[in-house]
Structures are given as C-alpha cells and as structure tokens.
C-alpha cells in the first residue's frame, strides 16, 4: 500500500471562485464585499457573508499583500518592552490603526544603538507601511537610502531627517523643571537626581537642572548619579546617594521604574518618605499608584503619544496629508501623590 492511500492530503484553502458559486455571484462581486471599495447591495452582501462562514473561506493575506504591495503593518521599535511605558504606549498605537485594519510588532532593543539601527533596517526589508521610533536619541544616527524614504516614520522624540518623518515629543524639559521647582518650593535643600544612562533622557536632566539655577540649590556631581531605567537600577543608584555625607533630602528620579527602586532603598533603611527623604518620579504608569505612599511624578502621555503617532502614519497612508513633518508636542504635568 502507498503512503498516499493511507495519509490523507490536507485540506485545501477555500478560494474566492467557491466562494462566488457558492453564493451564486462573480468573484469581482466577492471581492468588493471584502475590500469595502465598491458597494454591494445589501441582499448581495448578506449572501456573500454567510458563503464565507459556511466555506470557512480565510482571506490569503500573504497573497493580498503582495498583491497591493502592503503589509499591513506597523512596526514598533522600543528600548525596552517590560517597561509598562513602552506597553501602554504601544497600545495607544495599536487602538489608533486597528479599524483600518493594520496591526503592530514591536522590536526590543535593550536600548542598544546596533539593535536600533538593525530592526530599524529590518522593518524597512519587510516592508512595513510604517514605523514608529520610540528611542527618540537615537534617531538622529539612522541613515536611510532613497527607497526607505518613502516610508512613513513617526519619532517619539528628536525627529529623524527624513521627508516623511513626523516627531511626537512629550514635553519632558518642561515636566521636569516643574518638578524640580516643586521640591524646591517644599523647602528641599539637598536635591538630587537619578538619571537615564549616558545619552538617553537629556531634556529631563535639562529641566532639572534649570529648575535647580531658578531656586538657587547647589547640585554637585555626587548628587547627579545614574540609573539604566530600571527598578534595579534605581535601586542602586539610591543605594550610592544614601552612602554620601550628606545624605539627599530629596531624589528626583527620570523615571518611574527607577524611583520605585529607590523608595525600596528609604524603606530597607527604615526611613520615612517624605519626612526623612522625598521622591518624585517622571512617566506615571501604572504602579506609581501601587507602591506606599502613592508615588509622586511626571505624568508622560504614554497611551496619547502612542495613538497620536497613529494618527500621524495614518493621515500620510492614506494620502490625506503629503506635507512636511509635523510636530506635536504633548504637556507632561506633575501628579502630587505621597511621596513628596
């Protein structure tokens, strides 16, 4: 006996032609209910709708793409997809492109200047119908060629030199500089700052540093420590400041990850936030609310910035706007909680 007499070939995909006989009309009938481009009258329609739900009749998306040479799809390249910032800010773009039927992939880089160059290429060689850059202090490396640039890009952040390019920018300086001056304000006289990692979130450093000139405080460099984002990062970074001298009576923190860190470190020591040491942080996910006391920070637009940016790639794929890139700018206000 064969093999083929005793496997069974597999069954094959319903096409659009059993489709059209199955329903009684042409394929260009079929197809125009599918794409929505031409109207189908409504008893058509119907009729149409229930042959592909009784055929099981699935879409061949890859030939469909190749087809209108469009993937349909948008890519995402973030620095670091754990942190909830990232997650919410990819949802917001995915809740602005979804009823135009495009879907996302996100590109983690670990904040690595190769990998971003590199998935920022590979989405290209895939043929995404757009791109959202969220490792804005990257962006000014990014080369393109000619054929690249005709791909629609949005940066979170420093916009990117390219005709199609258009930038979100959640006003992180002015943010900063708020929260700078409200600790000043309270009466803070050792203020320090846990930053980003070299290069990375300059404009937050920037804010702080001005609100510092404006209130006179004197910041020296053993008070402008790192971190890498991260709650660990924070952890240490705090964990550095707590073995000064003169110890910080308040942090400022460039993100919310890194000043949960550090409030585990006031609470290993036993202290008490904020009468023993105060702390703010910068973005306002989710667990800023969680942690005790309710942490104090810089509310960054995640989801906003996410679904703007859609809307942007979705004004030039459709054609409704073909001009130069545009820029907009979202507020970042200070969230007064329990920690400061």
């Excluded at 009466?187 to 700052?193: H, L, N, Q």
């Amino acid at each position: 006996m064969s093999r083929s007499e005793v496997e069974p070939s597999p069954p094959s995909r319903v096409t659009i032609a059993q489709v059209a006989s199955h329903a009684g009309v042409s394929p260009t009938t079929v197809s125009h209910v599918l794409s929505g481009k031409r109207a189908v009258g409504a008893a058509t329609r119907g009729t149409v709708l229930a042959a592909i739900r009784e055929l099981g009749y699935r879409p061949n998306i890859v030939a469909r793409n190749l087809r209108t040479r469009r993937s349909h799809m948008i890519a995402v390249v973030v620095p670091d997809i754990t942190n909830p910032f990232y997650a919410v800010l990819t949802r917001g773009l995915a809740d602005a492109v979804d009823a135009a039927g495009l879907g996302t992939y996100v590109c983690n880089t670990d904040g690595q200047h190769d990998r971003e160059l590199k998935f920022f290429q590979d989405a290209m060689d895939r043929g995404v119908d757009g791109i959202v850059f969220a490792s804005g202090e990257t962006a000014s490396q990014v080369r393109l060629a000619e054929v690249d640039q005709q791909t629609p890009i949005v940066c979170i952040g420093a916009q990117l030199d390219h005709p199609l390019c258009d930038a979100v920018i959640p006003d992180d300086e002015t943010g900063s500089r708020a929260a700078g001056a409200f600790l000043a304000a309270r009466g803070y006289k050792r203020i320090a700052m846990i930053q980003g990692p070299p290069h990375y979130g300059m404009t937050r450093t920037a804010g702080f540093r001005s609100a510092m000139q404006a209130a006179k405080r004197k910041v020296p460099a053993e008070r402008m420590v790192r971190g890498d984002w991260t709650r660990k990062g924070g952890y240490t970074a705090m964990k550095a400041l707590m073995t000064l001298t003169s110890r910080p009576d308040a942090v400022f923190c460039a993100n919310d990850l890194m000043a949960i860190g550090a409030l585990d470190v006031a609470h290993e020591l036993g202290l008490s936030v904020p009468d023993d040491v105060a702390i703010v942080g910068f973005d306002d996910v989710d667990a800023a609310t969680i942690v005790t006391p309710h942490l104090t920070t810089v509310r960054n637009p995640a989801y906003e910035a996410g679904g703007t940016a859609g809307d942007l790639l979705l004004s030039r794929m459709s054609g409704r706007y073909t001009g130069t890139g545009r820029t907009v700018v979202l507020p970042c206000p200070l969230v007064e909680r329990g920690t400061a």
